[in-house]
């Protein structure tokens, strides 16, 4: 897919990712603000990676995940295709699985205690009831 010039990597998710989340963030904090909680001294350098003219360096994704508010392992992950080949991709997502945050680990650690440890099928009934916790109305995608 071809990109703006000078702008490598525009349509890269992590510089979607970016882009939309410090949208979300508007009401709470600037983009001045999230880049220099990221401890950028350069606050043109969030602009950049949003845009997708520069990649975002992996010694920066923990404090960029902090200031964005979101999970450090999935933005690595998003980090990686910046810099890796699709195939190198497919085999560091095949090694490594799923990225679950800390968040979704506490919830499934509370599945676990609701259950007593007994492993239940997620049923449509279970799946509309967690939907409903989240405002979703209707049934889970694909059942």
């Known amino acids: 897919m071809k990109t703006p010039s000078g702008r490598p990597n525009a349509n890269t998710e992590i510089a979607k990712f970016i882009d939309g989340r410090v949208d ?3 009401g709470r904090k600037s983009q001045k603000d999230v880049a220099v909680e990221a401890g ?3 606050v043109n350098v969030l ?6 003219a520069t990649k975002v360096p ?3 994704v923990p404090g960029l995940a902090k200031a964005l508010e979101c999970d450090p392992a999935r933005l690595f992950i998003m980090a990686l295709e910046q810099y890796f080949e699709s195939s190198a991709l497919v085999a560091i997502k095949q090694i490594f699985g799923t990225v679950v945050s800390q968040n ?3 919830w499934i650690e509370a599945l676990r205690k609701a259950s007593d440890n007994t ?3 997620l049923t ?3 799946a ?3 939907r409903a916790i989240f405002g979703k109305i209707g049934p889970y995608p694909g059942q």
């Open 128 to 130: 509309k009831i967690l």
């Open 124 to 126: 449509a009934k279970r």
């Open 104 to 106: 979704e680990v506490s």
């Open 47 to 52: 602009s950049m990676m949003k845009s997708g």
């Open 58 to 60: 992996f010694d920066r």
């Open 40 to 42: 950028f001294t350069n």
């Open 24 to 26: 979300q963030l508007k």
């Open 119 to 121: 492993d239940p099928p």
